[in-house]
T-cell receptor, first 114, second 113 residues
Framework: NAGVTQTPKFQVLKTGQSMTLQCAQD?????MSWYRQDPGMGLRLIHY???????DQGEVPNGYNVSRSTTEDFPLRLLSAAPSQTSVYFC?????????????FGSGTRLTVV | AQSVTQLGSHVSVSEGALVLLRCNYS??????LFWYVQYPNQGLQLLLK??????LVKGINGFEAEFKKSETSFHLTKPSAHMSDAAEYFC???????????FGKGTKLSVKP
């Protein structure tokens, strides 16, 4: 039982490059989300999904794109990387009724944009 | 709208001393409340949660928290700190029962020998 798997763990991008952060879960969770963590800011929600084919924006969606074609996978795309997107990115998943178990988090992707 | 305030971005205690990490929330609906712990260079791990029922909830590693509706608080406590408790702790509130946790800014706990 792998839980939530994020790849890559580390990435350095040049300004203007694009890339996809991968997230996969094997718990049959309906809900998946992406957060970014910045010092002193806590975790801020980027995008989330309540099931395959359904996505919605969170608090800080600009510059990011998502899709959910399967229950298991929820990739996050950076369209044109900017230094302000330097952050640690976490993927999380849960049953739709979040109170049952709370979120399960991946181990994070540390992204640096130069 | 939901929001979470964690008082104190950094708390330092001596080994064996009481740990108290403060969390206040605002919510327009009955809240679900959570505490998560993050060890250096790792993801977040659920410590404990309150949904309904008993207001004093116990979690892993000897931590507990009490939901006080009148004070809109959900403070995290541990009677005796251990060196291994050094980490960052996040309080979170859900937007109702379905999805989207709102996180506080976190409190970094240091434990002195």
């Amino acid at each position: 039982n792998a839980g939530v798997t994020q790849t890559p763990k580390f990435q350095v991008l040049k300004t203007g490059q694009s890339m996809t952060l991968q997230c996969a879960q094997d718990m049959n969770h309906e809900y998946m989300s992406w957060y970014r963590q910045d010092p002193g800011m806590g975790l801020r929600l980027i995008h989330y999904s309540v099931g395959a084919g359904i996505t919605d924006q969170g608090e800080v969606p600009n510059g990011y794109n998502v899709s959910r074609s399967t229950t298991e996978d929820f990739p996050l795309r950076l369209l044109s990387a900017a230094p302000s997107q330097t952050s640690v990115y976490f993927c999380a998943s849960s049953y739709l009724l979040v109170g049952r178990e709370g979120y399960t988090f991946g181990s994070g992707t540390r992204l640096t944009v130069v | 709208a939901q929001s979470v305030t964690q008082l104190g971005s950094h708390v330092s205690v001596s080994e064996g001393a009481l740990v108290l990490l403060r969390c206040n929330y605002s919510s327009s609906v009955p809240p679900y409340l959570f505490w998560y712990v993050q060890y250096p260079n790792q993801g977040l791990q659920l410590l404990l949660k309150y949904t309904t029922g008993a207001t004093l909830v116990k979690g892993i590693n000897g931590f507990e928290a009490e939901f006080k509706k009148s004070e809109t608080s959900f403070h995290l406590t541990k009677p005796s700190a251990h060196m291994s408790d050094a980490a960052e702790y996040f309080c979170a509130v859900s937007r109702g029962s379905q999805g989207n946790l709102i996180f506080g800014k976190g409190t970094k706990l240091s434990v002195k020998p």
